[in-house]
C-alpha cells in the first residue's frame, strides 16, 4: 500500500505541474490513441530553445521556495567552461541532502524532451511542498543539466561541431567536411574532444554524485512478443551481466541499477499509460560502451589526474519514444512523452531517498519485456557473442 500510494501521489502531483510550467507552445495535453503520435512533421519551432532553457532557468530561480539555485560552469569554476561555439553551460541545483545525484539531458541535440522534463521537475521540487518532495529535497541535492549539448540542440542534431575559434567556423577535416562529435561517446581514456565534454566531466569531478539519471529519446519501437507501442525504454550503458559491469566495485553496481530499474518497472507499471521494456540495439542486443558519459562514472574515469580518487557512481537512462531527425516525434506525444519523464525520474529519485530501491529483488530487471540477449554491442570490440 506505501509504495502505490507513493506512486499514485507523485503522479498526480506531476501531472499537474507539467501543464503549470508554460514551456513552448502552451501545456502538454495526454495524447489519444498510439504513442509518439506518427502523424506529420515534427515541428521543430515549438522546441525549448538555449535562450528559452536559460529564461526559464532563472524565472524558477527567482520564484523557488526552496532555494534552486542557477549558475554556468564558469560560475562553478571548472577550467574549461563554453560550449564549442561559446555558450555557457547552465547547471541548477535543488535540495540541501547531503548526497549528490547528477541529472543531465539532451546530451544528443535532437532529443529535446529531456530538457523539459527536467526543467518541469525543478520546478516541482522547487516550488512544491509535499511530503515526497520534501523527502526527495531533505535526502539529496540534485545537480541538473537541462541541455548537455546547447549547440547541437540549436542545430536539432545529434552531434555537437567542432569550432574554430580563430576562424568562428567549424573545424574541417583532410577532406574538407565538418567535424561532428557524439558528446555521449567522448568521455574516453585518452582525449576528450570537444569543449563541453571536458567542462562538465571536471563538474563532475567536483560533485562527485552517489547517483545519475540521464534522458535520452530513441526511434518508434514496438514490444518484443506483443508488437505494443513501447513508450520508454530502460537502459543501462554497461549491460548487466555483460562484459563490464559486473567486475566494477564488486558487483555491487549489476546489482543496484538492476535494482534502480527494477524499482521504476514496477512502480510506473500501475500508471496505466506507460507501457516499458529494457533497451537494446538491433533488437537482440544490449549496449557495453565505455566511452559514453555515464559509462564513465561508473568505470570511475580518471582523466588528466582530475579523478584521483577513482570516484565512481552508478547510473540509469531513461529513454522515451520519438525524435526530431527521423520525423517521429509529433505535437500529439509531446505531454505524454515529458509526463512520463518526470514520473521516471521522480519515483526514481523517492525510491533512493527512502531506501525502497535497494530493497528490490534484481532478478525483477528479467522481468521486464525484452528479445532474448544473444550479445553486446560495444564501441571498444564490436558485438561480443553472450557465452553459455
Do not use: C
Not at 531527425?325 to 514520473?343: C, E, F, M, T, V
Not at 529483488?361 to 571498444?380: F, L, N, S
Request: glycine fraction near 12%; charge should be negative; avoid cysteine.
Amino acid at each position: 500500500m506505501g509504495k502505490f500510494f507513493r506512486s499514485t501521489k507523485l503522479w498526480a502531483v506531476g501531472a499537474a505541474s507539467v501543464v503549470a510550467l508554460p514551456l513552448l507552445g502552451g501545456g502538454p495535453a495526454m495524447a489519444d490513441g498510439n504513442f509518439p503520435s506518427t502523424e506529420g512533421n515534427t515541428n521543430t519551432a515549438s522546441i525549448l530553445t538555449y535562450d528559452g532553457m536559460v529564461k526559464d532557468l532563472l524565472k524558477l530561480e527567482r520564484n523557488s521556495r526552496y532555494d534552486v539555485d542557477v549558475f554556468t560552469l564558469e560560475e562553478a569554476g571548472t577550467t574549461v567552461n563554453k560550449s564549442e561555439q561559446g555558450r555557457d553551460l547552465y547547471v541548477a541545483t535543488v535540495g540541501d541532502g547531503p548526497q549528490d545525484v547528477w541529472v543531465q539531458g539532451r546530451i544528443h541535440g535532437n532529443e529535446p524532451y529531456g530538457a523539459e522534463s527536467i526543467l518541469s521537475l525543478l520546478k516541482n521540487l522547487g516550488t512544491n511542498g509535499s511530503s515526497n518532495y520534501e523527502e526527495i529535497r531533505d535526502a539529496f541535492t540534485i545537480h541538473f543539466i537541462p541541455m548537455y549539448n546547447p549547440d547541437g540542440s540549436e542545430l536539432n542534431i545529434r552531434q555537437t561541431v567542432l569550432w574554430d575559434d580563430v576562424a568562428n567556423a567549424p573545424l574541417l577535416d583532410a577532406a574538407g567536411n565538418e567535424q561532428r562529435v557524439d558528446l555521449n561517446r567522448d568521455w574516453v581514456s585518452d582525449k576528450f574532444q570537444a569543449s563541453e565534454s571536458l567542462a562538465f566531466y571536471e563538474y563532475w569531478t567536483m560533485v562527485q554524485p552517489e547517483y545519475g539519471i540521464d534522458i535520452h529519446h530513441q526511434g518508434l519501437k514496438q514490444e518484443y512478443g506483443t508488437g505494443d507501442d513501447v513508450t520508454l525504454s530502460l537502459g543501462i550503458s554497461l549491460a548487466p551481466g555483460g562484459p563490464t559491469l559486473p567486475t566494477l566495485a564488486n558487483g555491487e553496481y549489476d546489482i543496484l541499477t538492476r535494482q534502480m530499474h527494477g524499482y521504476v518497472y514496477q512502480e510506473l507499471s500501475k500508471s496505466g499509460f506507460i507501457n516499458m521494456d529494457r533497451y537494446s540495439v538491433g533488437g537482440s542486443l544490449e549496449i557495453d560502451i565505455k566511452g559514453g558519459v555515464v559509462s564513465a562514472m561508473m568505470l570511475g574515469l580518471n582523466y588528466q589526474g582530475l579523478n584521483p580518487t577513482g570516484h565512481s557512481n552508478p547510473v540509469v537512462f531513461f529513454e522515451t519514444s520519438g525524435n526530431t531527425s527521423d520525423g517521429s516525434l509529433g505535437q500529439k506525444a509531446r505531454g505524454k512523452s515529458i509526463q512520463q519523464n518526470i514520473l521516471a525520474m521522480e519515483t526514481l529519485l523517492l525510491g533512493l531517498a527512502t531506501d525502497e530501491v535497494q530493497s528490490v529483488d534484481p532478478e525483477v530487471w528479467e522481468e521486464i519485456p525484452h528479445a532474448p540477449v544473444t550479445g553486446y554491442q560495444t564501441d571498444y570490440a564490436g558485438i561480443i557473442p553472450v557465452t553459455p
